[in-house]
């Protein structure tokens, strides 16, 4: 079967969310439907603008309560529906996720994946972090900080030995996040502590059959995809996919497809709704599922994007925390966005506008970002440069 890349676009943009009415007052049911719909929300460091899990509901419910989230994530045991571990990078996933994922957790246990420091935890210092877990047990949840006293190192890589120990903990599933603190730092404790007992006595899958299962949801959530598409949305390896992929497919639960302009053979989920037109704008997240992986994202929509945090201010195109801007099923503009808590505003210190953007594209850009600024507590919306992309 072909298809024509504008098809595979409304394909995927109706398997990610888009496209449909948002709701006067996003409620909790909402936000369920899409965390089942996504399967994750990933974690990032970076609050220029808002953290990055809070985006992506933004993005396709409108002006949500983030409360609703935050409870759900890190509220009391008995309303959690949600767990952070490392899925498609840090992320929040739902409860029925963490069966599927105890195979990459033995792994850790066994020092067979992480970086050099941490599968150290599992061999010759492994002392040293049972001396964490101790502490833990003994004492409840603690941060990194409450080990050193009351102080931690300053830096996102300038970890502490017994942060490189906690995070070893937390990649085997001994510990996890029982809230969030502060400057959003991890509060650990016990995962049987935290986590619902009902999750706690879930069976734990073969290894191949939680696999599988990520794989189809990975296929829902993408609705056209490549293998490494599939494979890359929990992060699996060829060796962790591939047999899954194969084993669907013979299933027929996914349709081989050939994609115009695609050098690569994809797979659709048979369930995925293929919709004549896909109608709605929205600004997206670095870290926007539908965009997170930016070869696919240059197939899907012909646009390259590229963060640029970490680039010298001089040598950057498009700005520091760039949000690309959805019109309904074409990426048209770039927007370089800061909440600026102080004045009150939320500026978009430039938007670039992509070449063959509509008219109406600055005025429809305009509604999404007074509704952000209205969601984030924001007074005003400051607009900078207006340019239009080489």
Known sequence: MSISRDDARRIVLAAQGFGRSRPAQPASRQLRGLVDRLH???????????????????????????????????GPRRQRRLFEYWAHEASLLPLDLHPLLRWRMAQAEHGEIGYQALRRFATERRAEADAVLERITAEGPLTAADFENGSSRSGWWEWSHVKHALEWLFWSGRITTATRRGSFARVYDLTERVLPPAVMALPTPSDAAAQRALIERSARALGVATASDLRDYFRLKPAEGDH???DLAEEGVLVPVRVAGWSQKAWRHRDAAAPRRVRGAALLAPFDPLIWER???ERLFGFRYRIEIYVPQDRRRHGYYVLPFLLDEVLVARVDLKADRQAEALRAHRITLEPGAPPDTLERLRIELDRMAAWLGLEAVRVGAVVQSD
Not at 48 to 69: E, K
């Open 244 to 246: 899954a992929i194969a």
């Open 295 to 297: 070869a696919r994202t």
């Open 40 to 74: 994750l929300f990933q974690i990032d460091s970076v609050n220029v603008l808002t953290r990055a899990h809070y985006l992506p509901a933004f993005s396709r419910l409108g002006s949500y309560d983030r409360a609703l989230l935050e409870d759900e994530a890190w």
